[in-house]
């Protein structure tokens, strides 16, 4: 765990084809996060640091903003 968050080895996590469409390939490597797995009402991303709240609170406005 890495400040309260799960670690994932990006290498070898079953990503969810969805979750990959929701943010397009240009959006992912400008915040350099990777959409793993969609769950109900939640994307779930990988970032390598999840300190960054303001890269965390811009996911979610570029998320929110992308599904309308």
Known sequence: R??????????????????????????????????LQLLPGRLVVALDDPSRSDLIEESKQTIENLKE
């Not at 890495?2 to 915040?31: C, E, H, Q, S």
């Open 2 to 35: 890495k400040m309260g968050y799960p670690m994932v080895d990006v290498d070898t996590y079953p990503v969810d084809p969805l979750a990959l469409k929701l943010v397009p390939l240009p959006v992912a490597k400008r915040m350099n996060v990777l959409p």
